[in-house]
């Protein structure tokens, strides 16, 4: 008789007792890769499995879309073993193929389905879908609960189109970006354009206190929200409202945060508000059947510029635990042992952050060996920096077997150092993926055709109906739409109302009308099947009846080819989807395409050399790492070499970079960079100086000029897929291909795997296919 193995037997005995930790508020403490993440993995699946906690009654917050998704997969794996165990006595791998998809399914459905797991965005959305329809502003504005959510170039947009056109401002005295960037930490700091007005009086106060009211008209015009709202909306409905805030803090009983000291004061007051119901501070919080529980690490806030504060990390104990009645019990735990990187590397972290004096000191254990030292290389320019980083990757692979090109990631901090190592990259022919570059709800054609399902959402959408009133052309021209605007502002209605009312159309645009017609109607078919047909059915039909995709065929371009896969692309993304998720509303897929952060690649990152900036690379763990353009002036960057406290957070940064090497940790910069478009001799970043010399060598071995490349078996260029194939994949497992999308060099194959469907690129990603 096989017994259930031990869950919690992989944590230590720090790990294990914050995991165990039931009622009540907990702080989880600790350095970079000491397990804490993990810890709140482990701990939510233990709250269902042993404390018997619902699901549903879990609420837990990521950073990003793709550690949500992660954290969810560990989670089902864990739940789905345990279940092999109970029923079958033998473990999850030792099933057939088909009890094992049966199995995992089932766990999908019953546990991963129902948790609330997701970033602060993307679960807050989903709370304002239930109840913002009893929201209303300082102003009395009302939302619906179809509303859009618009993103960063809607919302440039709207502002541009208020300080230019409607108020007539200079546009290099009142930039739009700048105002954007103004509102948008105003709503972060919890400001109402009159609380904005009041601390900023002088003129540019003033002012930018005025385009912020009628970028809140302008919003709550198309029933629409910008991304702060999702966060400041509702709080202030919560504090509005006590019973929609009493239904909520019934509902989750346990609030879980990861990268706690990253959170700004409006997120802080959100968990504060769920969590205690809003009662004061007193003895009355009742932590029966509740908690609290965050994990972060205070040398690891990097992002202050988006209002993230680390002292409501150092406060949590305070806020939440000093009135308890029981004074013995636990309110924080410190995790000592890290697990990821070898000591090297560790000790030089260690030894960097030292020099930080707004600081708690903290012990920082290694379990792994010293490893190999830390290599320093100077490159005579830019592409010279390039050239070493990819020789060494490909001589790393040649010479060890058990690493891919997944295993590298490249740092950088500014986006624009991509640009030579991916031209170096290119030509060695290694397949890279720059996470955080443009992202693919960013491209033209998906976003009208997002532009399409919004209209239908979210009719008083009128930002999304102007993208798509002659997209593609049909014959309404520029001063038809200007008048038909025109009548609308003037009657204070949503253009829909204008073009949706046939008389109306008729009187205003003689030539178009029939067109407008024609366009209002297909419309209203949509919004009436929506009410019964999934998000992915709705495209599908929209796509075709505009004539959207028949106008991009005809043009018969390889850029027409490749907006057409695009759009099939987000096609397959909306079915994967619906099986993923419980609410498959087109509202709800919506809100999930406008987060989906930059960080979030729809396409697998596997067996690709990750490139990214050091802010995208937290939480994240690659064997071999490369931290490059270490230079004063870049990094840390020119205002932090000024200002003192700036300087501390370049050195949190460059504590999170180092700290995410397992294996190997590559320091580079040069003599000389090209920056602003000059050459300019290149002075080294005063962290390398702060490393310690015996841990570095700068006698980096040379690496072997080689052409080989790697992938494993016959190269997956060479093999020609169909649907019904069965394809194995490194991560995946075996999987069967759903669709052949595109043609040529641009197919990408639509394969069900036993987690799901995904969508692959056969000619970056290693597949076996199966005879
Ligand atoms: N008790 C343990 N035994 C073995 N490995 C562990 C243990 N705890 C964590 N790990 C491993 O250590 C690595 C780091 O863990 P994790 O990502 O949870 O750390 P973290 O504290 O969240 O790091 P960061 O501060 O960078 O977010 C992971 O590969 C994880 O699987
Ligand atoms: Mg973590």
């Avoid at 092999?84 to 546990?111: G, W």
């Avoid at 078919?525 to 028949?550: F, K, P, R, V």
């Avoid at 509202?587 to 952060?597: E, N, P």
Wanted: charged fraction near 25%; proline fraction near 3%; aromatic fraction near 8%.
């Amino acid at each position: 008789m096989i017994s259930t193995p031990d869950f919690l037997a992989s944590l230590n005995t720090s790990q294990r007792s914050a995991v165990e930790h039931f009622c009540g508020p907990l702080l989880v403490v600790a350095g970079a890769g000491s397990g804490k993440t993990r810890a709140l993995t482990y701990r939510i699946f233990h709250l269902i499995n042993h404390h018997k906690v619902h699901p549903e009654n879990i609420l837990a917050v990521t950073f990003t879309n793709k550690a949500a998704r992660e954290m969810k997969e560990r989670i089902e794996r864990l739940f789905s073993q345990k279940i092999a165990f109970e029923k079958y006595q033998k473990p999850l791998d030792a099933l057939t193929s088909q009890e094992q998809t049966a199995l995992r399914s089932k766990v999908y459905r019953t546990v991963i389905k129902p948790l609330w797991i997701g970033t602060f965005h993307s679960l807050f959305s989903r709370i304002l879908r239930y109840d913002i329809n009893k929201y209303q502003d300082e102003q009395g504005r009302t939302w619906q609960r179809n509303f859009s959510i618009f993103d960063e170039s809607d919302t440039q947009s709207l502002v541009k189109n208020i300080t230019t056109k409607q108020l007539n401002l200079d546009d290099k005295k009142f930039n739009p970006k700048s105002v954007r960037y103004a509102i948008s930490n105003a709503k972060n700091l919890g400001l109402s354009p009159q609380d904005y007005a009041q601390e900023n009086s002088n003129y540019r106060g003033r002012v930018i206190a005025d385009v912020y009211e009628e970028y809140q008209n302008q919003l709550a015009a198309n029933n629409a929200l910008d991304f702060d709202d999702l966060i400041l909306v509702p709080v202030r409905l919560f504090q509005q409202n006590d019973t929609v805030l009493g239904y909520w803090h019934q509902q989750f009983r346990h609030i879980l945060v990861d990268e706690y000291q990253d959170t700004n004061r409006i997120q802080y007051d959100l968990v504060r508000l769920l969590a205690t119901n809003g009662e004061p501070k007193s003895e009355q919080w009742n932590w029966e059947q509740r908690s609290v529980f965050v994990v972060g690490d205070a040398d690891q806030s990097i992002y202050s510029f988006r209002m993230a504060d680390y002292t409501i990390l150092l406060g949590f104990q305070e806020d939440f635990g000093d009135n308890l009645p029981d004074t013995e019990t636990q309110t924080m735990v410190k995790l000592e042992e890290n697990y990821r990187s070898r000591e090297n590397i560790l000790q030089a972290a260690n030894y960097l952050i030292e020099n930080n004096t707004h600081r708690i000191d903290k012990v920082l254990r290694p379990t792994r060996g010293s490893g190999e030292q830390i290599y320093c290389y100077r490159g005579s320019d830019e592409q010279a920096e390039a050239r070493f980083v990819v020789e060494q990757i490909v001589a790393l692979t040649t010479e060890n077997p058990e690493l891919n090109w997944g295993s590298f990631a490249i740092l950088y901090r500014t986006n624009a150092q991509s640009r030579n190592f991916e031209e170096v990259l290119l030509q060695a022919n290694i397949s890279y993926l720059i996470v955080g570059g443009q992202k693919f709800y960013d491209r033209k054609e998906i976003k009208d055709a997002l532009a399409y399902l919004r209209v239908i959402a979210n009719p008083a959408d009128t930002v999304s109906l102007l993208r798509i009133i002659n997209t593609p052309r049909r014959g309404i021209g520029r001063t038809t739409i200007d008048q038909l605007m025109q009548a609308a502002t003037e009657l204070n209605v949503p253009l829909w109302e204008i073009l949706s009312d046939e008389t109306s159309v008729n009187a205003i645009a003689s030539r178009a009308s029939k067109a407008i017609h024609q366009l209002a109607k297909m419309i209203q078919e949509y919004q009436l099947a929506s009410q019964d047909q999934g998000a992915a059915a709705i495209l599908d039909g929209i796509m075709e009846a505009s004539g959207y995709l028949d106008n991009l065929r005809t043009q018969g371009t390889d850029e027409a080819d490749n907006r057409v896969s695009n759009v099939l692309e987000l096609y397959n993304a909306m079915t994967q989807f619906e099986e993923e998720n419980e609410d498959t509303s087109l509202q709800a897929f919506l809100a999930s395409a406008s987060l989906a952060s930059d960080l979030d690649n729809l396409e697998e990152g596997t067996g690709r050399v990750s490139l990214m900036t050091l802010h995208s690379a937290k939480g994240l763990e690659f064997p071999i790492v490369f931290m490059v353009g270490m230079e004063q002036g870049l990094f840390p960057n020119a205002r932090a070499i000024q200002d003192p406290l700036s300087l501390e957070e370049e050195r949190r940064l460059c504590y999170v970079g180092i700290t995410r090497a397992q294996e190997q940790l590559f320091l580079t910069y040069t003599q000389e960079r090209r920056l602003w478009g000059y050459r300019e001799p290149a002075v080294p970043s005063q962290f390398l100086a702060e490393l310690p010399e015996e841990l570095i060598s700068t006698n980096v071995r040379k690496a072997r000029k080689t052409r080989k490349t790697k992938g494993s078996g016959t190269p997956s260029e060479e093999i020609v897929w169909q649907v019904g194939d069965q394809a194995v994949h490194q991560v995946f497992g075996l999987g069967q291909v759903t669709h052949v999308l595109g043609s040529g060099k641009k197919t990408n194959l639509a394969i069900q795997f036993d987690i799901g469907r995904k969508i692959i690129n056969p000619r970056v990603t290693d597949l076996i296919k199966m005879d």
